[in-house]
Protein backbone atom coordinates (compact mmCIF):
# COMPACT_ATOMS: atom_id res chain seq x y z
CA UNK A 1 0.00 0.00 0.00
CA UNK A 2 1.67 3.15 -1.40
CA UNK A 3 0.40 6.80 -0.36
CA UNK A 4 1.53 9.49 -2.30
CA UNK A 5 0.78 12.92 -0.67
CA UNK A 6 1.17 16.42 -2.34
CA UNK A 7 2.26 19.56 -0.50
CA UNK A 8 3.12 22.86 -1.38
CA UNK A 9 2.52 25.77 1.35
CA UNK A 10 2.44 26.21 4.90
CA UNK A 11 -1.24 25.00 5.84
CA UNK A 12 -0.48 21.81 3.99
CA UNK A 13 2.74 21.09 5.98
CA UNK A 14 0.96 21.41 9.21
CA UNK A 15 -1.69 18.79 8.08
CA UNK A 16 0.78 16.46 6.76
CA UNK A 17 2.44 15.91 10.06
CA UNK A 18 -0.30 13.68 11.59
CA UNK A 19 -0.71 12.02 8.54
CA UNK A 20 2.54 10.76 7.71
CA UNK A 21 2.64 9.60 11.47
CA UNK A 22 -0.27 7.79 10.63
CA UNK A 23 1.24 6.24 7.94
CA UNK A 24 4.16 5.21 9.20
CA UNK A 25 2.16 3.59 12.32
CA UNK A 26 0.11 1.94 9.93
CA UNK A 27 2.97 0.10 7.77
CA UNK A 28 1.92 2.47 4.84
CA UNK A 29 4.41 3.29 2.03
CA UNK A 30 4.33 7.05 1.64
CA UNK A 31 5.99 9.13 -0.54
CA UNK A 32 5.63 12.95 0.05
CA UNK A 33 6.15 15.30 -3.01
CA UNK A 34 6.97 18.69 -2.29
CA UNK A 35 5.87 21.33 -4.92
CA UNK A 36 7.76 24.22 -3.74
CA UNK A 37 4.88 26.82 -3.82
CA UNK A 38 6.01 28.27 -0.71
CA UNK A 39 9.97 28.52 -0.85
CA UNK A 40 10.67 30.78 2.06
CA UNK A 41 12.88 28.71 4.65
CA UNK A 42 9.98 29.43 7.60
CA UNK A 43 6.90 28.74 5.55
CA UNK A 44 8.63 25.23 4.61
CA UNK A 45 11.39 23.39 5.99
CA UNK A 46 11.34 24.09 9.16
CA UNK A 47 8.03 22.67 9.48
CA UNK A 48 9.84 19.33 8.36
CA UNK A 49 11.81 19.67 11.37
CA UNK A 50 9.51 21.04 13.83
CA UNK A 51 6.65 18.61 13.58
CA UNK A 52 8.81 15.74 12.97
CA UNK A 53 7.74 15.02 8.97
CA UNK A 54 9.68 12.80 6.89
CA UNK A 55 11.73 14.15 4.28
CA UNK A 56 10.14 15.32 0.96
CA UNK A 57 11.30 12.25 -1.62
CA UNK A 58 10.73 14.48 -4.54
CA UNK A 59 10.71 18.71 -4.65
CA UNK A 60 9.63 20.11 -7.55
CA UNK A 61 11.01 23.69 -6.77
CA UNK A 62 8.06 25.27 -8.48
CA UNK A 63 8.24 28.64 -6.33
CA UNK A 64 6.52 31.69 -7.22
CA UNK A 65 4.14 33.04 -10.13
CA UNK A 66 0.96 33.91 -11.26
CA UNK A 67 -1.84 31.03 -10.94
CA UNK A 68 -1.58 30.01 -14.35
CA UNK A 69 2.27 29.87 -14.35
CA UNK A 70 2.60 27.99 -10.75
CA UNK A 71 -0.24 26.04 -11.61
CA UNK A 72 1.05 24.76 -15.28
CA UNK A 73 4.39 24.24 -13.99
CA UNK A 74 3.69 21.84 -11.53
CA UNK A 75 1.31 20.18 -14.11
CA UNK A 76 3.85 19.77 -15.99
CA UNK A 77 6.37 17.72 -13.31
CA UNK A 78 3.75 16.37 -11.13
CA UNK A 79 2.95 13.79 -14.59
CA UNK A 80 6.16 11.89 -14.30
CA UNK A 81 6.68 11.76 -10.69
CA UNK A 82 3.12 9.73 -10.46
CA UNK A 83 4.57 7.73 -13.19
CA UNK A 84 7.08 6.78 -11.45
CA UNK A 85 6.13 6.08 -7.85
CA UNK A 86 2.29 4.44 -9.13
CA UNK A 87 1.10 4.92 -6.14
CA UNK A 88 -2.38 3.43 -5.10
CA UNK A 89 -3.82 6.80 -3.60
CA UNK A 90 -2.79 10.44 -4.56
CA UNK A 91 -3.63 12.23 -0.88
CA UNK A 92 -3.90 16.53 -1.88
CA UNK A 93 -4.36 18.66 1.00
CA UNK A 94 -6.76 21.62 1.53
CA UNK A 95 -7.16 24.03 -1.49
CA UNK A 96 -4.22 25.92 -2.81
CA UNK A 97 -2.52 25.42 -6.32
CA UNK A 98 -0.68 22.25 -5.75
CA UNK A 99 -3.98 20.81 -4.83
CA UNK A 100 -5.95 21.45 -7.59
CA UNK A 101 -2.27 20.39 -10.11
CA UNK A 102 -2.09 17.13 -8.47
CA UNK A 103 -5.54 16.37 -8.36
CA UNK A 104 -6.21 16.78 -12.31
CA UNK A 105 -2.49 14.83 -13.05
CA UNK A 106 -3.54 12.18 -10.98
CA UNK A 107 -6.97 11.73 -12.48
CA UNK A 108 -5.86 12.15 -15.96
CA UNK A 109 -3.33 9.02 -15.40
CA UNK A 110 -5.93 7.02 -13.68
CA UNK A 111 -4.80 7.10 -10.32
CA UNK A 112 -7.35 7.68 -7.04
CA UNK A 113 -7.45 10.63 -5.55
CA UNK A 114 -8.58 11.59 -2.18
CA UNK A 115 -9.06 14.99 -0.84
CA UNK A 116 -8.44 15.87 3.02
CA UNK A 117 -10.15 18.88 3.99
CA UNK A 118 -12.93 18.25 1.68
CA UNK A 119 -16.68 20.36 1.24
CA UNK A 120 -14.72 23.66 2.58
CA UNK A 121 -16.83 26.52 0.99
CA UNK A 122 -16.77 30.70 1.31
CA UNK A 123 -19.06 30.55 -1.43
CA UNK A 124 -16.57 33.47 -2.84
CA UNK A 125 -16.08 32.68 -5.85
CA UNK A 126 -13.69 35.81 -6.29
CA UNK A 127 -11.04 33.69 -3.93
CA UNK A 128 -8.58 31.65 -6.12
CA UNK A 129 -9.22 29.07 -2.84
CA UNK A 130 -12.25 28.77 -3.97
CA UNK A 131 -11.72 27.83 -7.17
CA UNK A 132 -9.11 24.78 -6.33
CA UNK A 133 -11.49 23.49 -3.47
CA UNK A 134 -14.14 22.94 -5.51
CA UNK A 135 -12.65 21.36 -8.87
CA UNK A 136 -10.56 19.55 -6.76
CA UNK A 137 -13.53 17.60 -4.90
CA UNK A 138 -15.41 17.20 -8.18
CA UNK A 139 -12.23 15.66 -9.47
CA UNK A 140 -11.22 13.12 -6.43
CA UNK A 141 -12.72 9.75 -6.07
CA UNK A 142 -12.59 10.31 -1.74
CA UNK A 143 -13.68 13.00 -0.30
CA UNK A 144 -12.22 13.45 3.34
CA UNK A 145 -14.80 16.10 5.23
CA UNK A 146 -13.40 17.14 8.51
CA UNK A 147 -16.70 18.76 9.67
CA UNK A 148 -20.19 17.95 8.95
CA UNK A 149 -20.85 21.04 7.34
CA UNK A 150 -18.96 20.37 5.06
CA UNK A 151 -20.37 17.00 4.76
CA UNK A 152 -23.59 18.69 3.87
CA UNK A 153 -21.87 20.90 1.43
CA UNK A 154 -20.74 18.04 -0.66
CA UNK A 155 -24.40 16.00 -0.49
CA UNK A 156 -25.90 19.35 -2.01
CA UNK A 157 -23.55 19.23 -4.57
CA UNK A 158 -24.43 15.12 -5.45
CA UNK A 159 -21.07 14.24 -4.01
CA UNK A 160 -22.58 12.12 -1.14
CA UNK A 161 -21.03 8.86 -1.96
CA UNK A 162 -17.72 9.61 -2.34
CA UNK A 163 -17.76 11.49 1.25
CA UNK A 164 -16.72 10.40 5.06
CA UNK A 165 -16.65 12.31 7.74
CA UNK A 166 -13.01 11.93 9.43
CA UNK A 167 -12.83 14.84 11.38
CA UNK A 168 -9.93 17.87 11.11
CA UNK A 169 -6.22 16.55 11.01
CA UNK A 170 -5.31 20.37 11.77
CA UNK A 171 -6.89 19.03 15.30
CA UNK A 172 -4.74 16.38 15.76
CA UNK A 173 -1.46 18.31 15.09
CA UNK A 174 -2.49 21.61 17.35
CA UNK A 175 -3.41 19.39 20.50
CA UNK A 176 0.05 17.74 20.07
CA UNK A 177 1.86 21.07 19.59
CA UNK A 178 -0.12 22.54 22.73
CA UNK A 179 0.34 19.97 24.77
CA UNK A 180 4.49 19.82 24.72
CA UNK A 181 4.89 24.18 24.64
CA UNK A 182 7.27 24.83 27.42
CA UNK A 183 5.91 26.69 30.52
CA UNK A 184 6.60 30.48 30.87
CA UNK A 185 5.91 33.24 28.01
CA UNK A 186 5.94 32.56 24.71
CA UNK A 187 9.39 33.44 22.53
CA UNK A 188 7.57 36.44 20.75
CA UNK A 189 6.57 38.06 23.63
CA UNK A 190 9.95 37.00 25.24
CA UNK A 191 11.41 38.79 22.74
CA UNK A 192 9.44 41.23 21.95
CA UNK A 193 9.48 42.47 26.24
CA UNK A 194 5.47 41.84 26.10
CA UNK A 195 3.21 40.64 28.76
CA UNK A 196 0.32 38.00 28.56
CA UNK A 197 -2.79 39.48 27.04
CA UNK A 198 -1.11 42.97 26.18
CA UNK A 199 -1.00 42.66 22.71
CA UNK A 200 -3.13 40.94 19.47
CA UNK A 201 -1.77 38.47 16.62
CA UNK A 202 -2.05 39.33 13.06
CA UNK A 203 -1.50 37.75 9.60
CA UNK A 204 -2.92 38.83 6.44
CA UNK A 205 -1.89 37.73 3.52
CA UNK A 206 -4.44 37.09 0.63
CA UNK A 207 -4.46 38.72 -2.93
CA UNK A 208 -7.74 40.59 -1.67
CA UNK A 209 -6.18 41.84 1.37
CA UNK A 210 -2.66 43.04 -0.37
CA UNK A 211 -3.15 43.32 -4.12
CA UNK A 212 -5.23 46.64 -3.95
CA UNK A 213 -3.23 49.31 -2.51
CA UNK A 214 -6.24 51.18 -1.53
CA UNK A 215 -7.09 47.93 0.60
CA UNK A 216 -3.76 47.21 2.11
CA UNK A 217 -3.38 50.68 3.38
CA UNK A 218 -7.13 50.25 4.80
CA UNK A 219 -6.51 47.20 6.69
CA UNK A 220 -3.09 48.33 8.06
CA UNK A 221 -4.43 51.94 9.42
CA UNK A 222 -7.27 49.64 11.34
CA UNK A 223 -4.05 47.40 12.72
CA UNK A 224 -1.94 50.35 13.46
CA UNK A 225 -4.78 52.33 15.53
CA UNK A 226 -5.89 49.38 17.93
CA UNK A 227 -5.92 49.50 21.64
CA UNK A 228 -3.00 47.25 21.71
CA UNK A 229 0.51 46.34 19.58
CA UNK A 230 -0.09 44.20 16.71
CA UNK A 231 2.13 42.10 15.84
CA UNK A 232 2.20 41.12 12.37
CA UNK A 233 3.67 38.31 11.39
CA UNK A 234 4.48 39.00 7.76
CA UNK A 235 4.87 36.83 5.08
CA UNK A 236 7.56 38.30 2.59
CA UNK A 237 4.68 38.55 -0.33
CA UNK A 238 3.16 40.79 1.92
CA UNK A 239 6.29 42.54 2.75
CA UNK A 240 6.68 43.34 -0.84
CA UNK A 241 3.38 44.09 -1.84
CA UNK A 242 3.75 46.87 0.59
CA UNK A 243 7.11 48.59 -0.21
CA UNK A 244 5.60 48.64 -4.09
CA UNK A 245 2.47 50.21 -2.86
CA UNK A 246 4.24 52.72 -0.71
CA UNK A 247 2.65 51.32 2.60
CA UNK A 248 4.26 51.77 6.07
CA UNK A 249 3.52 48.51 7.93
CA UNK A 250 5.03 49.69 11.01
CA UNK A 251 2.70 52.16 12.11
CA UNK A 252 1.41 52.77 15.51
CA UNK A 253 0.67 49.99 17.48
CA UNK A 254 1.17 47.87 14.21
CA UNK A 255 4.63 46.18 14.31
CA UNK A 256 6.17 43.80 11.46
CA UNK A 257 7.58 40.18 12.41
CA UNK A 258 8.86 37.81 10.41
CA UNK A 259 6.59 34.44 9.99
CA UNK A 260 6.96 32.04 13.29
CA UNK A 261 7.42 28.43 13.44
CA UNK A 262 4.42 26.41 14.27
CA UNK A 263 4.62 25.66 17.62
CA UNK A 264 5.66 29.15 18.23
CA UNK A 265 2.84 30.75 16.60
CA UNK A 266 0.30 28.66 18.95
CA UNK A 267 2.36 29.71 22.00
CA UNK A 268 2.33 33.29 20.69
CA UNK A 269 -1.59 32.63 19.97
CA UNK A 270 -2.12 31.63 23.40
CA UNK A 271 -0.28 34.47 25.03
CA UNK A 272 -1.87 37.25 22.94
CA UNK A 273 -5.34 38.99 23.80
CA UNK A 274 -6.95 38.14 20.38
CA UNK A 275 -6.02 37.55 17.01
CA UNK A 276 -6.66 39.12 13.43
CA UNK A 277 -5.96 37.58 11.03
CA UNK A 278 -7.50 36.72 6.86
CA UNK A 279 -6.24 32.82 7.14
CA UNK A 280 -8.03 29.74 7.02
CA UNK A 281 -5.92 28.17 9.39
CA UNK A 282 -5.21 30.58 11.95
CA UNK A 283 -8.82 31.09 12.55
CA UNK A 284 -10.01 27.68 13.47
CA UNK A 285 -6.38 27.74 15.25
CA UNK A 286 -7.27 30.42 17.56
CA UNK A 287 -10.40 28.51 18.10
CA UNK A 288 -9.46 25.88 19.05
CA UNK A 289 -7.00 27.34 21.55
CA UNK A 290 -9.63 29.55 23.10
CA UNK A 291 -8.46 32.98 21.89
CA UNK A 292 -11.10 35.40 20.52
CA UNK A 293 -10.44 35.78 16.68
CA UNK A 294 -11.32 38.57 14.12
CA UNK A 295 -11.28 37.62 10.73
CA UNK A 296 -10.64 40.16 7.82
CA UNK A 297 -12.72 38.39 5.26
CA UNK A 298 -16.58 38.86 4.13
CA UNK A 299 -16.60 34.85 5.30
CA UNK A 300 -15.65 31.94 6.51
CA UNK A 301 -14.93 28.32 5.84
CA UNK A 302 -15.09 27.86 9.40
CA UNK A 303 -18.43 28.83 10.05
CA UNK A 304 -18.86 27.09 13.19
CA UNK A 305 -16.27 29.54 14.63
CA UNK A 306 -18.40 32.59 13.85
CA UNK A 307 -21.78 30.24 15.44
CA UNK A 308 -19.84 29.65 18.66
CA UNK A 309 -18.76 33.59 19.33
CA UNK A 310 -15.74 32.75 18.70
CA UNK A 311 -14.82 34.36 15.41
CA UNK A 312 -16.30 37.25 14.22
CA UNK A 313 -16.24 38.86 9.89
CA UNK A 314 -15.44 42.57 9.63
CA UNK A 315 -14.26 44.62 7.35
CA UNK A 316 -13.93 48.33 7.49
CA UNK A 317 -11.67 49.64 10.49
CA UNK A 318 -14.72 50.30 12.60
CA UNK A 319 -15.40 46.76 12.12
CA UNK A 320 -11.73 45.57 12.88
CA UNK A 321 -11.27 47.47 16.08
CA UNK A 322 -15.22 46.30 17.28
CA UNK A 323 -13.91 42.83 16.84
CA UNK A 324 -10.57 43.14 18.60
CA UNK A 325 -12.13 44.89 21.48
CA UNK A 326 -15.42 42.98 21.57
CA UNK A 327 -15.88 41.33 25.24
CA UNK A 328 -14.13 37.82 25.79
CA UNK A 329 -16.73 34.97 23.86
CA UNK A 330 -18.70 32.22 26.41
CA UNK A 331 -17.13 28.63 27.04
CA UNK A 332 -17.95 26.40 25.03
CA UNK A 333 -16.93 22.16 25.33
CA UNK A 334 -18.13 21.86 21.56
CA UNK A 335 -16.00 20.07 19.66
CA UNK A 336 -17.15 20.44 15.60
CA UNK A 337 -13.14 20.21 14.35
CA UNK A 338 -13.03 16.32 15.74
CA UNK A 339 -11.01 14.49 18.62
CA UNK A 340 -7.65 14.81 17.60
CA UNK A 341 -7.54 11.18 15.72
CA UNK A 342 -8.54 12.30 12.12
CA UNK A 343 -5.21 11.27 10.71
CA UNK A 344 -6.07 7.62 11.53
CA UNK A 345 -9.07 7.42 9.97
CA UNK A 346 -8.00 9.15 7.15
CA UNK A 347 -4.83 5.91 6.55
CA UNK A 348 -7.53 3.25 7.85
CA UNK A 349 -10.28 4.44 5.51
CA UNK A 350 -7.33 4.61 2.56
CA UNK A 351 -6.34 1.01 3.41
CA UNK A 352 -9.90 -0.03 3.23
CA UNK A 353 -10.17 1.60 -0.04
CA UNK A 354 -7.25 0.36 -1.86
Not at 132 to 152: C, F, G, I, K, S
Not at 153 to 169: C, I, M, P, Q, S
Not at 229 to 236: D, E, Q
Not at 278 to 287: H, I, P, R, T, V
Request: aromatic residues 4%; contains cysteine; hydrophobic residues 45%.
Amino acid sequence: MKILSVVGARPQFVKLAPIDKAARAAGVEHVIVHTGQHYDPMLSDVFFTELGISAPDVHLGVGSGSHGVQTGAMLGALDAVFDEHRPDWVLVYGDTNSTVAAALSAVKLHIPVAHLEAGLRSFNRRMPEEHNRVLTDHAADVLLAPTQVAVDHLATEGLADRTVLVGDVMTDVLFEQRDALPEGPSKLAAELGLEPGSFYVSTIHRAESTDDPARLAEIAGALSGLDKPVILLAHPRVVAKAAAHGIDLAQGTLHVHAPLAYADLLAAVLDSAGVVTDSGGLQKEAFLLRVPCTTVRTETEWVETVALGWNVLALTAEEIAAGVTRPRPADTDEAPYGDGHAAERVVRELIDRA
